[in-house]
């Protein structure tokens, strides 16, 4: 059983930054990707960058040149988030898919994947 548990939350001024950080358990060869999305108040849980193999990344056009997603070899999955911006306030998650399935950029949605940490809060002040 994969248990996903997110860190590193907090609240920053805009124009700082945060890293956040997921601990991956029972997170095998078996799965192939690893992705952050967060959820606003009021608003569907979206994608914010996935990673697959030793460095394939994706990211959404929202967060892309300010936020770097890296993955350590004990599969702790990276988020560092430079430049941040109010809207960027939300509970983060990271996630994963079933197992031996691909992360792809047409697939980047909350409905595909199965295994989720339990989220850490971002808060952007102006």
């Known amino acids: 059983q994969v248990q996903l548990v997110e860190s590193g939350g907090g609240s920053v001024q805009a124009g700082g930054s945060l890293r956040l950080s997921c601990a991956a358990s029972?997170?095998?060869?078996?799965?192939?990707?690893m992705a952050w999305f967060r959820q606003a108040p009021g608003k569907e849980r979206e994608g914010v960058a996935f990673i697959y193999g030793t460095d394939h990344t994706y990211y959404a056009d929202s967060v892309n040149g300010r936020f770097t997603i890296s993955q350590d070899k004990d599969k702790t999955t990276n988020l560092q988030m430079n430049s941040l911006k109010p809207e960027d306030t939300a509970i983060y998650y990271c996630?994963?898919?079933?197992?031996?399935?691909?992360?792809?950029?047409?697939?980047?949605?909350?409905?595909?994947?199965?295994?989720w940490g339990q989220g850490t809060q971002v808060t952007v002040s102006s």
């Open positions: 996630a994963t898919p079933r197992p031996y399935t691909y992360c792809s950029s047409d697939g980047f949605a909350a409905r595909n994947f199965v295994y």
């Open positions: 029972g997170y095998t060869t078996r799965f192939y990707c």
